[in-house]
């Protein structure tokens, strides 16, 4: 059964304190790896795709990277706005195109 | 600004009745999604539409029924069949060829009173 598993569930980080996200997953005939930010009350917002293993996306303090079995999301230098909860699906390639997610890290940094 | 607006924000349901979210997309995106979400867990899917006029239930349909008449529109119906239907509700679009991630709506929180 295809899935995707987000550690740790929740992560408490001072601002400056550099961490990461781990997404693996158990997606067959994976096609791509999908990174979102969600804010409270909100609907998930967009930041990478990672098509195969070894490829890396940076967007300002985030660093999505993918090897064979998981992905990283890298965290540098948070800031207080960097709080949220970040997702991440797996794009399989099944009876139909599907993004399967997981659970979700809820990331909070403090001043 | 092409995206998708889902409405209410909020709503609140009495024991036994039917609701309706709504969903509008203008991307002129041909798969619509709905997905719900609950305090630690992933989004769990409902139902999609890959097409006018088609859908297929996801792995929760249960208690739910969609339409699919139009395009842009893809609305939700939380029948009173669905016994544990207070949730955040997602709707999502994308394109169907190729792999694109999803654009989601703002959701729905659906609360029973």
Same mark, same amino acid.
């Given at each position: 059964?295809?899935?995707?598993?987000?550690?740790?569930?929740?992560? /408490?980080?001072?601002?400056?304190?550099?961490?990461?996200?781990?997404?693996?997953?158990?997606?067959?005939?994976? @096609?791509?790896?999908?990174?979102? /930010?969600?804010?409270?009350?909100?609907?998930?917002?967009?930041?990478?795709?990672?098509?195969?293993?070894?490829?890396?996306?940076?967007?300002?303090?985030?660093?999505?990277?993918?090897?064979?079995?998981?992905?990283?999301?890298?965290?540098?230098?948070?800031?207080?706005?960097?709080?949220?909860?970040?997702?991440?699906?797996?794009?399989?390639?099944?009876?139909?195109?599907?993004?399967?997610?997981?659970?979700?890290? /809820?990331?909070?940094?403090?001043? | 600004?092409?995206?998708?607006?889902?409405?209410?924000?909020?709503?609140? @349901?009495?024991?036994?009745?039917?609701?309706?979210?709504?969903?509008?997309?203008?991307?002129?995106?041909?798969?619509?999604?709905?997905?719900?979400?609950?305090?630690?867990?992933?989004? @769990?899917?409902?139902?999609?539409?890959?097409?006018?006029?088609?859908?297929?239930?996801?792995?929760?349909?249960?208690?739910?029924?969609?339409?699919?008449?139009?395009?842009?529109?893809?609305?939700?119906?939380?029948?009173?069949?669905?016994?544990?239907?207070?949730?955040?509700?997602?709707?999502?679009?994308?394109?169907?060829?190729?792999?694109?991630?999803?654009?989601?709506?703002?959701?729905? /929180?659906?609360?029973?009173?």
């Amino acid at each position: 059964e295809d899935q995707v598993t987000q550690s740790p569930e929740a992560l /408490r980080l001072q601002e400056g304190e550099s961490s990461s996200l781990n997404c693996s997953y158990t997606v067959s005939g994976l @096609r791509g790896l999908f990174w979102y /930010r969600q804010d409270p009350g909100k609907g998930p917002e967009f930041l990478f795709t990672l098509y195969s293993a070894g490829e890396e996306k940076e967007k300002e303090r985030l660093k999505a990277t993918l090897t064979k079995k998981e992905s990283f999301l890298h965290i540098t230098a948070p800031k207080p706005e960097d709080s949220a909860t970040y997702l991440c699906a797996g794009y399989n390639s099944g009876g139909y195109n599907k993004l399967i997610f997981g659970a979700g890290t /809820r990331l909070a940094v403090h001043p | 600004d092409g995206g998708i607006t889902q409405s209410p924000k909020y709503l609140f @349901r009495k024991e036994g009745q039917n609701v309706t979210l709504s969903c509008e997309q203008n991307l002129n995106h041909d798969a619509m999604y709905w997905y719900r979400q609950d305090p630690g867990q992933g989004l @769990r899917l409902i139902y999609y539409s890959q097409i006018v006029n088609d859908f297929q239930k996801g792995d929760i349909a249960e208690g739910y029924s969609v339409s699919r008449e139009k395009k842009e529109s893809f609305p939700l119906t939380v029948t009173s069949a669905q016994k544990n239907p207070t949730a955040f509700y997602l709707c999502a679009s994308s394109i169907q060829e190729g792999v694109y991630g999803y654009t989601f709506g703002s959701g729905t /929180r659906l609360t029973v009173v």
